[in-house]
C-alpha cells in the first residue's frame, strides 16, 4: 500500500477508521528506512523494537475502544539533541557517543502522552552548529532530492528522513535557522514556534536565549498536527516557558481564507547574494497571495544586515558556557591518555570530543565574554538584539505577516563550503533574525530551480502569530498545490 508516501493527517484518519493498524504502519515506515536510509543516513539511531511495541500499545487501545489522540500511532523521528529516556542521544558528538539520559525531554512525555511511534534518533550537526549537517561526528546527511548536495542544517536528518518518506513528521530544533533552512533545502514544512511555546527541558543546550523545538511535516496540517501535541506550558522545568494562546488549537483553527491579509516583503530580504532562482521563486508566491485577496507591500528592516554578527556573538557565547559542562569527568567521553593531570583530562577530552566547528565557537564565544572584550562585542550585541526586536514590532504594525527567501540559493554540494566557515554562515542571513527577535517562523516548498531541487520561502509573524502563519501557509499550499512532495530514491 505504500502507506509512507502518505500524510500524517491522512495516516491519522486510516487508523480512526481501521483501515490499517499502528503495527502496519510501523513495519511500513521501517522497512521504507531499511530501504533507504543507507543512501540518506537521515538517522543515528533507528528504535525498530520500541517502536513496534510502541504500535502495537496503539492498537491495543484502540481495539479496547480507549479514545485517542489524532496523532496515536503516528511514527515520528526525534532530532538527536532532544533527551529521550534510556536512548542514546548523542548531539551527534563524539563526546556523548555513549549517553542515555536517565530522563525525557518535556516533549517526549508529551508525545508520549499522544501515544506517538518513535522510530528513532535523527542525525544533526554536532550539538546544532552548522547549517549543512556535514559536522556531525557520525556520517553527513545527504539530500534526499540529490545524494550529492546537503539537507541543510542543523536539524538536516529530521528534515531528510521526512523527504525521504522514512516518517510522515519529525522534531527539530531551531537555533538560527536549523528547522527551516533544512526545510527549504529538503522541501518539507518546517515551523520555528515562538520563543517559549515549546518546552526547552530536556533541550541540549547550544544557545538557551534562541533554542527552540519545532515541526517538520509534508504538510502544513501536519506541521500544525505535531506543533499542537509539544506546546505546552512548562514553569516547574522551563523558566522561559509561556502560556500560548493557540495551546493545541492549531490544526482545528486552520482556515485557508486569507483576504485582506497584509504581507510584508523587506527589501533587504531580495537584494544582493539572493540567487534568481530563490528570489523569483518566493516573489511568484507573493504574486499567488495577492490573487488570493491579500495585500502584499515592500517594508523595510535596515537592521537585518547587523543580524548575522549579531548571532554568532550571541549563539558562540551561550555555546561557550553551555558546553562547559563537558570535561570528560561527568559522563560522556573520556581521553584514555591523560594520565594523573586533571588539566590534562580536561584538555585532552574535550580536544578529542569536540569537532572542529564545535571548537571553533566555543573559542569565539570565550573571546568575546573575557573581561577585555565584554563591553566592545557581547554587550553591544545585546542592545543591538533589542533594537531588533523593536524593528520587527514596528513592521508588524504595518502588516500581519513577513515573506522571505529562506536561503540565499538552494541545497549546494556536500564539501563545496566546509573550507570556508565564513561562506556557511552567510547562508543564515535570512533566518536568524527570526531567533534573535524569539518571533515564530515557517518555511514550506514555493517551487523548484532548474536542477529540480527544492525552494521555500519563510512566513514570519509576530510573537505568538502561529496560527496566522499556519493559514497563511495553508492557503498558499493549496493554491500551489506543493505539499507532501518525496524525494524519488
Known sequence: MELFKKTAAELSGMLKSKEISAVELAQDVLARTKAVDEQVGGYITVTEETALAQ?????????????????????????????????????????????????????????????????????????????????????????????????????????????????????????????????????????????????????????????????????????????????????????????????????????????????????????????????????????TYKALGAEVFEISLPLSEYALPIYYILSSAEASSNLARYDGVKYGYRTPNAGDDLIDLYVKSRSEGFGAEVQRRIMLGTYVLSSGYYDAYYKKARAAQRKIREEFAGAFEKCDVILTPVAPTTAYELGSKTADPLEMYAGDICTVSVNIAGLPGLVQPCGFDAANMPIGMQLIGPAFGEQTLLNAGLAFEQASGLKNIIAAL
Open 55 to 287: 504500535a502495537a500499545a496503539v492498537d491495543a487501545k484502540r481495539a479496547a475502544g480507549e479514545e485517542l489522540s489524532d496523532l496515536a500511532g503516528i511514527p515520528v523521528a526525534i532530532k538527536d539533541n532532544i533527551c529521550t529516556k534510556g536512548t542514546l542521544t548523542t548531539c551527534a558528538s563524539k563526546m556523548l557517543y555513549n549517553f542515555k539520559p536517565p530522563y525525557n525531554a518535556t516533549v517526549m512525555d508529551k508525545l508520549a502522552g499522544q501515544d506517538v511511534v518513535i522510530t528513532g534518533k535523527a542525525n544533526m550537526d554536532e550539538f546544532a552548529m552548522g547549517s549543512s549537517c556535514e559536522n556531525s561526528a557520525m556520517h553527513p546527511t545527504h539530500n534526499p532530492h540529490n545524494l550529492n548536495c546537503v539537507p541543510g542544517g542543523s536539524s538536516g536528518g529530521s528534515a531528510a528522513v521526512v523527504a525521504s518518506a522514512q516518517v510522515p513528521l519529525a522534531l527539530g530544533s531551531d537555533t538560527g535557522g536549523s528547522i527551516r533552512q533544512p526545510a527549504s533545502f529538503c522541501g518539507v514544512v518546517g515551523m520555528k514556534p515562538t520563543y517559549g511555546a515549546v518546552s526547552r527541558y530536556g533541550l541540549v543546550a547550544f544557545a538557551s536565549s534562541l533554542d527552540q523545538i519545532g515541526p517538520f511535516g509534508r504538510s502544513i496540517e501536519d506541521a500544525a498536527m505535531l506543533l499542537d501535541a509539544v506546546t505546552a506550558y512548562d514553569p516547574r522545568h522551563d523558566s522561559t516557558s509561556v502560556k500560548t494562546p493557540f495551546e493545541g488549537g492549531l490544526r482545528a483553527g486552520l482556515n485557508a481564507d486569507i483576504k485582506g491579509l497584509k504581507i510584508g516583503l523587506p527589501k533587504e530580504y531580495f537584494g544582493e547574494g539572493i540567487s534568481a532562482p530563490v528570489r523569483e521563486a518566493v516573489l511568484k508566491a507573493a504574486e
